[in-house]
């Protein structure tokens, strides 16, 4: 596998890969690179190309346009079943006829192991996810969570360089989701593998990612660590998909100072500009706040507000959430410790206000609507 | 869902109509057949004595024996070549075929011949297979031989060829319906585990399909093992098979001997069933 290798620390690469069914652009040119070890989110809604873009990743599409890089080698013309990769479906797709035993090893007996080595190493793969009780059981007799581990057990005992995993825990219980995370997240450290999971749930993006990957319409719209896709987002999209962004709509008034004041329905505000956009005066921008971030007893420093009603309080334990009218009828979203000791009730009018700081300017061409 | 329990007096009497008419129509005459097979007068006579003798004349004649045999050997080429074919039309179409309107187009180019009566798809054959027929036409035209052939016709190979047409589609419906259950995902998981397409469909598809086939083989078995038409419409006078008999004796009177050859025939069936009930158990044809 080494000619022509390139990168290899690098686990895959896509490079401007697009995909189209019919006129149906399903991936638009996406480059993405996964570096070794790596646990990579994908998180966008139904119909974003996600899954697509994995399948893509696992040979199961092939790229209309584009290069696919596995392990540095150029993979285009790979057939799945050469690729150094595994894949955990959706519904696991465990083989029904087969008992977990047989299911376990069917990976290292396809790749031509010798038959010592796989009744040595089965049970040891067994053992490791716990599951040599069911060794000799078929799947439909199996509960979700047993299914879950059977089909893990079945992708890794061949030491894949990358797991795919297409929304793997969205067919679980909910009380069992917590859990299987967590177990998926250390068995990717423990062994040291690159993790593509595809996924709708942000939280699931944020608490298992080193790098989320948020896409809509084909296209990647932000690639950063969760921290900077939850406090920056760099679209109006990606602002709106994750959940606690207040946005606003507006037009440029006036540029200044690495500022822009932005003249919304609801009134103008400040607004600092992205390093790498200059926006004009009179452009369509917009911009999010998010909404721990607004305070309904604004400061000297709260330089934008804005009058709103609260119309609901919703109590999270830890913290209380309000939603709130503007004066154009559009709701924003304030959320505040439930320590703090102050408290708006349900219909009381306030003024919200936040920093200069606190306001992100979105890029791109597609911000207004 | 329906709220009717199991062993509730409404369900048997909800199941009382179709009882009656399936003992009426198929158990009472089925043990009648038996029955009569045992006669040993020739004349129609209830007050009959019964005794083994149309059995032992049977397996005394050769030929009749023969017959017995001929007609399981035709039964197994059937199978064979229906099971190899219906298997890869069966496949073609569903996995192959992707798009939903070559789907349709492929299903209707296979049902249509059965919208019309199996009289005249058998006698449709004739002008094929005949010595002036299409195929030796196109045989001539094509110089493959310098004579016609008159082997197709009235031929044990008229009649495979015949008997291939009418039954294949019985070998493949089972199929398809098993193969559209089976998720794709399986399919690919197994490649993703490095599974060449080969060893993906004799590890996976076909272990998954086996419930399908052994439908398809028990329809064709009873099909074929019951079929005289084919034979005495394209073979001619010159084939027969048990069913043939049946109706040759039935037609000149000998019914007690008639029946001996319907008696065997189920026998053979009721046996046939069994054996291929054994290798999959068609109950779990469920695929998740």
Same mark, same amino acid.
């Given at each position: 596998m080494s000619k022509g290798a390139e990168h290899t620390d690098r686990d895959l690469e896509l490079r401007d890969v697009t995909k189209r069914f019919g006129t149906f652009v399903a991936v638009h040119r996406v480059s993405l690179t996964v570096e070794r070890g790596q646990f990579v989110c994908l998180l966008g809604p139904s119909g974003c190309g996600k899954t697509t873009t994995l399948r893509i990743v696992a040979g199961l599409e092939d790229a209309d346009e584009g290069e696919v890089w596995i392990s540095g080698v150029r993979a285009n013309d790979t057939p799945p079943w050469k690729r150094d990769i595994a894949m955990m479906f959706q519904d696991f797709a465990l083989f029904p006829h087969m008992t977990v035993r047989k299911q376990v090893g069917f990976g290292l007996e396809m790749l031509g192991r010798p038959k010592e080595e796989i009744r040595r190493r089965v049970p040891e793969t067994l053992a490791t996810f716990e599951i040599d009780a069911l060794a000799e059981r078929k799947p439909d007799t199996l509960s979700g969570g047993q299914k879950q581990r059977v089909a893990l057990a079945r992708a890794l005992i061949t030491e894949p360089r990358i797991l795919l995993l297409d929304e793997p825990i969205g067919s679980l219980d909910f009380s069992l989701r917590e859990a299987?995370?967590?177990? &998926?997240?250390?068995? =990717?450290? %423990?062994?040291?593998?690159? +993790?593509?999971?595809?996924?709708?749930? =942000?939280?699931? $993006?944020?608490?298992?990612?080193?790098?989320?990957?948020?896409?809509?319409? $084909?296209?990647?719209?932000?690639?950063?660590?969760?921290?900077?896709? +939850?406090?920056? @987002?760099?679209?109006?999209?990606?602002?709106?998909?994750?959940?606690?962004?207040?946005?606003?709509?507006?037009?440029?008034?006036?540029?200044?100072?690495?500022?822009? %004041?932005? =003249?919304?329905?609801?009134?103008?505000?400040?607004? @600092?500009?992205?390093?790498?956009?200059?926006? &004009?005066?009179? $452009?369509?921008?917009?911009?999010?706040?998010?909404?721990? &971030?607004?305070?309904?007893?604004?400061?000297?420093?709260?330089?934008?507000?804005?009058?709103?009603?609260?119309?609901?309080?919703?109590?999270?334990?830890?913290?209380?959430?309000?939603?709130?009218?503007?004066?154009?009828?559009?709701?924003?979203?304030?959320?505040?410790?439930? $320590?703090?000791?102050?408290?708006?009730?349900?219909?009381?009018?306030?003024?919200?206000?936040? %920093?200069?700081?606190?306001?992100? &300017?979105h890029a791109g061409a597609d911000q207004i609507r | 869902m329906s709220t009717l329990r199991q062993r509730s007096p409404v369900s048997y009497a909800l199941a009382m109509p179709a009882a009656l008419w399936m003992l009426g129509a198929l158990v009472v005459p089925t043990l009648f057949i038996v029955w009569v097979s045992f006669w040993a007068s020739r004349s129609f006579s209830l007050g009959s004595p019964l005794a083994l003798i149309n059995y032992a004349k049977f397996f005394q004649r050769p030929a009749y024996v023969k017959v017995l045999l001929d007609t399981f050997q035709q039964t197994l080429i059937l199978m064979a070549i229906t099971l190899v074919l219906g298997y890869c039309i069966a496949y073609f179409a569903v996995v192959q075929v992707r798009r939903p309107h070559w789907k349709l187009g492929l299903?209707?180019? /296979?049902?249509?011949?059965?919208?019309?009566?199996?009289?005249?798809?058998?006698?449709?054959?004739?002008?094929?297979?005949?010595?002036?027929?299409?195929?030796?036409?196109?045989?001539?035209?094509?110089? #493959? #031989?310098?004579?016609? #052939?008159?082997?197709? /016709?009235?031929?044990?190979?008229?009649?495979?060829?015949?008997? #291939?047409?009418?039954?294949?589609? /019985?070998?493949?419906?089972?199929?398809?319906?098993?193969?559209?259950?089976?998720?794709?995902?399986?399919?690919?998981a197994a490649q993703c585990l490095g599974a060449t397409p080969a060893r993906v469909f004799w590890r996976i598809t076909v272990p998954l399909t086996l419930p399908g086939v052994v439908i398809g083989q028990i329809l064709v078995f009873l099909n074929v093992m019951a079929d005289f038409a084919t034979a005495s419409a394209i073979g001619g006078n010159k084939h027969a098979y048990l069913g043939n008999i049946v109706v040759l004796l039935y037609d000149s009177g000998q019914l007690p001997f008639a029946s001996v050859m319907a008696v065997l025939l189920m026998l053979c069936m009721l046996g046939g069933v069994a054996v291929l009930l054994k290798v999959v158990d068609i109950r779990r044809l469920g695929i998740p």
């Amino acid at each position: 596998m080494s000619k022509g290798a390139e990168h290899t620390d690098r686990d895959l690469e896509l490079r401007d890969v697009t995909k189209r069914f019919g006129t149906f652009v399903a991936v638009h040119r996406v480059s993405l690179t996964v570096e070794r070890g790596q646990f990579v989110c994908l998180l966008g809604p139904s119909g974003c190309g996600k899954t697509t873009t994995l399948r893509i990743v696992a040979g199961l599409e092939d790229a209309d346009e584009g290069e696919v890089w596995i392990s540095g080698v150029r993979a285009n013309d790979t057939p799945p079943w050469k690729r150094d990769i595994a894949m955990m479906f959706q519904d696991f797709a465990l083989f029904p006829h087969m008992t977990v035993r047989k299911q376990v090893g069917f990976g290292l007996e396809m790749l031509g192991r010798p038959k010592e080595e796989i009744r040595r190493r089965v049970p040891e793969t067994l053992a490791t996810f716990e599951i040599d009780a069911l060794a000799e059981r078929k799947p439909d007799t199996l509960s979700g969570g047993q299914k879950q581990r059977v089909a893990l057990a079945r992708a890794l005992i061949t030491e894949p360089r990358i797991l795919l995993l297409d929304e793997p825990i969205g067919s679980l219980d909910f009380s069992l989701r917590e859990a299987v995370m967590l177990e &998926l997240k250390n068995v =990717q450290r %423990r062994l040291r593998i690159s +993790f593509i999971w595809v996924t709708h749930d =942000q939280n699931e $993006a944020f608490s298992l990612g080193d790098k989320v990957v948020v896409m809509n319409h $084909a296209r990647i719209e932000q690639v950063g660590s969760p921290e900077v896709i +939850f406090e920056r @987002p760099r679209t109006r999209f990606v602002a709106s998909f994750i959940q606690g962004n207040n946005v606003f709509d507006g037009v440029v008034e006036s540029v200044q100072d690495g500022r822009v %004041r932005v =003249q919304t329905p609801v009134g103008g505000f400040v607004v @600092p500009v992205r390093e790498t956009e200059s926006p &004009l005066k009179g $452009a369509g921008v917009s911009f999010s706040v998010r909404a721990e &971030l607004l305070t309904e007893r604004p400061g000297p420093e709260h330089v934008n507000r804005v009058p709103a009603t609260c119309r609901a309080v919703e109590y999270l334990g830890s913290v209380r959430r309000y939603d709130l009218r503007l004066p154009d009828g559009r709701s924003v979203k304030l959320e505040q410790f439930a $320590a703090s000791p102050t408290r708006i009730d349900e219909g009381e009018q306030v003024t919200l206000g936040w %920093r200069v700081e606190d306001g992100v &300017l979105h890029a791109g061409a597609d911000q207004i609507r | 869902m329906s709220t009717l329990r199991q062993r509730s007096p409404v369900s048997y009497a909800l199941a009382m109509p179709a009882a009656l008419w399936m003992l009426g129509a198929l158990v009472v005459p089925t043990l009648f057949i038996v029955w009569v097979s045992f006669w040993a007068s020739r004349s129609f006579s209830l007050g009959s004595p019964l005794a083994l003798i149309n059995y032992a004349k049977f397996f005394q004649r050769p030929a009749y024996v023969k017959v017995l045999l001929d007609t399981f050997q035709q039964t197994l080429i059937l199978m064979a070549i229906t099971l190899v074919l219906g298997y890869c039309i069966a496949y073609f179409a569903v996995v192959q075929v992707r798009r939903p309107h070559w789907k349709l187009g492929l299903f209707l180019v /296979l049902v249509i011949p059965f919208w019309t009566s199996a009289l005249i798809r058998t006698i449709a054959w004739i002008p094929f297979l005949g010595v002036t027929g299409v195929i030796n036409q196109a045989l001539l035209f094509l110089g #493959v #031989v310098g004579q016609p #052939v008159g082997a197709f /016709l009235y031929s044990r190979t008229g009649i495979t060829l015949a008997q #291939v047409s009418f039954y294949t589609l /019985l070998a493949t419906g089972p199929v398809v319906y098993v193969l559209r259950n089976i998720p794709v995902s399986l399919r690919e998981a197994a490649q993703c585990l490095g599974a060449t397409p080969a060893r993906v469909f004799w590890r996976i598809t076909v272990p998954l399909t086996l419930p399908g086939v052994v439908i398809g083989q028990i329809l064709v078995f009873l099909n074929v093992m019951a079929d005289f038409a084919t034979a005495s419409a394209i073979g001619g006078n010159k084939h027969a098979y048990l069913g043939n008999i049946v109706v040759l004796l039935y037609d000149s009177g000998q019914l007690p001997f008639a029946s001996v050859m319907a008696v065997l025939l189920m026998l053979c069936m009721l046996g046939g069933v069994a054996v291929l009930l054994k290798v999959v158990d068609i109950r779990r044809l469920g695929i998740p």
